[in-house]
């Protein structure tokens, strides 16, 4: 069947609406529909003890080495700015809030889905195949959230689920959770810009 005809044009990620009321043209629909989603997501699983001793864990090197991280954060801040002025975007209080949006859902997602829920899933199980098992179904469901909370096209989630496996690989590989969230803030970042705009009249 087609699709009716959208006076708001569907971006690269998100799929084609059916009507502008399902369409994703505001940062306030994002925060609501997928920020929050998220932000819960991660609150419930750090109420349990088990996640928070495996938070402070896996943030032991930013406690041991602030001042790198402080630097990494800078560094990838330059790259952010520097995007902006390359691709000549308009930097206002609207965009700077974005960004800051952008390394708040990085902060949540890792904190959510590469750190707790593979955790969770296999916590009564021991073994490394298991494990792998607990973090292919987190970032499943990572993907599929972001199929139905921005409603992101189907080959955009199939690239988020791959990239969650990698940031997963990067954590077991490291253990260092905040890098792994600075990556994915920049990462973020150069994949959506800006906050969703109506180009409507």
Not at 13 to 27: E, G, H, P, V
Not at 110 to 130: M, N
Not at 152 to 162: P, R, Y
Not at 167 to 172: A, C, E, G, I, V
Request: hydrophobic share 50%.
């Amino acid at each position: 069947m087609k699709e009716a005809s959208n006076p708001i044009p569907a971006g690269r990620l998100q799929r084609a609406a059916l009507n502008q009321k399902t369409y994703i043209s505001k940062f306030r629909q994002v925060l609501a529909r997928h920020g929050l989603s998220m932000a819960s997501i991660a609150i419930i699983c750090l109420l349990l003890p088990s996640i928070q001793s495996a938070l402070l864990s896996s943030l032991d090197n930013l406690f041991r080495n602030p001042l790198k991280y402080l630097l990494w954060s800078l560094a990838v801040a330059t790259i952010i700015f520097g995007f902006l002025e390359y691709t000549k975007r308009e930097f206002d209080l609207r965009q700077l809030i974005w960004i800051g949006y952008l390394f708040m859902i990085s902060a949540v997602e890792e904190i959510a889905f590469r750190l707790s829920l593979p955790l969770l899933i296999t916590s009564d199980i021991t073994g490394i195949s298991f494990f792998w098992l607990g973090v292919f179904i987190s970032n499943l469901l990572f993907a599929t959230i972001h199929y139905f909370t921005l409603r992101w096209k189907l080959n955009a989630c199939i690239f988020t689920f791959l990239g969650g496996m990698g940031f997963s690989r990067m954590l077991d590989a490291t253990g260092d959770l905040t890098a792994v969230i600075l990556l994915h803030w920049a990462i973020t970042f150069v994949n959506t810009p800006s906050a969703p705009k109506s180009t409507a009249n």
